[in-house]
């Protein structure tokens, strides 16, 4: 399974972005996605997940009501809408590929892209 992550960029606080994860090889359908982050000095957190075929959608409570996981089967991609932006949301993002459920253990990392908001 290979992942590529997607959409970073500096972004003024109270801005949007979109990142996506799009997903390629044998199986990745039957794994969930999940979404990541790493503020500098922090230790990775998990934010959000989704599988493919029923489209459950996990939150952790931190991201509830700003951060939307979505997926598009059609083209084999995973989004994680992200408004009203805040400087404690820079970080590097990455999606993984893992088991279902709130935290599920990770199979397949993609490489992170960098969210800087400014204030």
């Known amino acids: 399974v290979q992942l590529q992550a997607s959409g970073g960029g500096l972004v003024q606080a109270g801005g949007s972005l979109r990142l996506s994860c799009a997903a390629s090889?044998?199986?990745?359908?039957?794994?969930?996605i999940h979404w990541f982050r790493q503020a500098p000095g922090k230790e990775r957190e998990w934010l959000a997940g989704?599988?493919?075929?029923?489209?459950?959608?996990y939150y952790t409570d931190v991201v509830k009501g700003r951060f939307t996981i979505s997926r598009d089967n059609i083209k084999n991609t995973v989004y994680l809408q992200i408004n009203s932006l805040q400087p404690g949301d820079t970080a590097v993002y990455y999606c993984?590929?893992?088991?279902?459920?709130?935290?599920?253990?990770?199979?397949?990392w993609g490489k992170g892209t960098l969210v800087t908001v400014s204030s």
């Open positions: 090889g044998r199986a990745f359908s039957s794994y969930a």
């Open positions: 989704i599988t493919w075929v029923s489209g459950t959608t």
């Open positions: 993984a590929a893992g088991a279902q459920g709130v935290g599920g253990a990770i199979a397949y």
